[in-house]
């Protein structure tokens, strides 16, 4: 009988709360996903029961492992509430993570107060207030000019709707758990990668509603072995809506990047990105101009496709720094798509230069301190 959400639910019956009360009668469980034997789960809490319910998390885990059929669990504590579940209490509440559902007319509490990941020096997002600019494409390659430069480097794939990394560094298969109950990072070209997309297919991703797409985001960051890292480079969902917000506030960031198009458009959407990342606190280390020329590959004449410059201009009017541009160009595309990303198969070549000149002001900022490292407090795991 292959396992079922009824059996998992059952199973659950017999851990309490401190109240008392069933875990699935408390109205604090999100939706049980089952995926190959693996199942995924989170408890709705309040920041200030952290403490008080990981004995609960922990026995929820146990549990549901020794259930017949049970390769793997995955169960978050999350601040974030799903419509329709029960409140969770107010009483003693300690400023922490705004609710998914929220959104940005609540002020959320400022990122300085997240706990670091240990061995991790910098962790920084790459956004865009958009899909389709080139984000992954750029993130991919910035980690990779960043390694070029000697530096240990990870990525984590948070376009949960859209993983993209394991077909741009060319991965495939399912992580290692090790005896500590972390999941090892697959790795590729010096580069360590974790994906949601090694764990479960994309339909599946797709269905999650905020609070397990918090809950999965929570789990890579923090029970994946990265062992030492100088950065870990977080792949972001594109936009800037309630999730997206959420994300920037409860990872420990160091600063964030924004991928932006030269299209008026996609520059509006990357204002709403610098100000997304202003408003909890995560210092913008500049924008990046994607697609800026297109160079033609039989003449080699450039032109300015999308008008070109914007990216720059809006940088200096919004006072962060242009960290410099891109060129449309098929190799970048090609290489991208067959998983031999240009700055690891071509590294001499002009687009390397230009995402390793990139690399090294990013580098460059964190290093000298410009973007402020957190201190460590935990408000969720
Ligand atoms: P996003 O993450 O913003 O959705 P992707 O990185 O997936 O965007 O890129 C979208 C498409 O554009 C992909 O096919 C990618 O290969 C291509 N692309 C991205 N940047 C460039 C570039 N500078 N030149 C050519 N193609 C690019």
């Not at 999100?30 to 309040?46: H, L, P, Q, S, Y």
């Not at 290692?176 to 090892?184: D, G």
């Not at 697959?186 to 999650?208: C, H, N, P, Q």
């Not at 905020?210 to 789990?219: E, H, I, K």
Request: charge should be neutral.
């Amino acid at each position: 009988m292959p396992l079922n959400r009824d059996d998992i639910l059952r199973a659950l019956e017999t851990v309490k709360l401190p109240d008392g009360k069933s875990l699935p009668a408390s109205g604090r469980l999100t939706d049980v996903v089952i995926n190959d034997g693996k199942v995924i789960f989170a408890i709705t809490i309040d920041p200030s029961e952290v403490n008080t319910l990981e004995g609960v998390r922990s026995s929820a885990e146990q549990i549901v492992k020794r259930l017949p059929g049970v390769t793997g669990v995955l169960v978050g504590l999350t601040a974030d509430r799903a419509a329709g579940s029960a409140p969770a209490p107010t009483s003693g509440r300690t400023p922490g993570p705004t609710p998914m559902r929220s959104g940005p007319k609540n002020p959320p509490a400022a990122t300085s107060n997240l706990t670091g990941i240990p061995g991790v020096k910098h962790i920084i997002a790459v956004a865009s207030g958009k899909g389709g600019v080139g984000k992954s494409t750029t993130s991919c390659n910035l980690a990779l000019g960043l390694a070029a430069l000697g530096l240990k480097i990870g990525i984590l794939d948070a376009d949960i709707y859209g993983p993209s990394q394991p077909k741009l560094f060319g991965l495939r298969g399912k992580p290692f758990v090790t005896s500590e109950r972390k999941m090892q990072p697959l790795e590729r070209y010096g580069v360590k990668v974790m994906s949601i997309g090694f764990l479960v297919d994309e339909e599946t991703a797709m269905i999650w509603r905020g609070p397990m797409v918090m809950s999965a985001l929570t789990q890579m960051l923090r029970e994946v072995a990265w062992g030492d890292l100088d950065v870990l480079v977080v792949d972001m969902p594109p936009g800037t809506g309630d999730a997206q917000l959420t994300m920037a506030q409860q990872t420990p960031l160091a600063g964030a990047v924004i991928v932006s198009t030269p299209q008026d458009l996609a520059l509006l959407d990357a204002r709403r990105g610098v100000a997304m990342f202003r408003k909890v606190n995560v210092p913008v280390l500049g924008v990046i101009e994607n697609m800026a020329n297109f160079c033609c590959p039989n003449c080699g004449h450039v032109s300015p496709i999308f008008g070109h410059g914007g990216a720059r201009a809006e940088a200096e009017k919004t006072g962060v720094p242009f960290l410099g541009e891109i060129p449309l160009h098929m190799e970048i595309r090609e290489t991208s798509d067959e998983g031999r990303p240009v700055v690891a198969t071509t590294p001499d070549g002009p687009h390397s230069q230009a995402y390793l000149a990139i690399a090294r002001k990013v580098w460059a900022a964190l290093d000298s301190g410009a973007a402020s490292k957190p201190a460590p407090r935990i408000v969720i795991e």
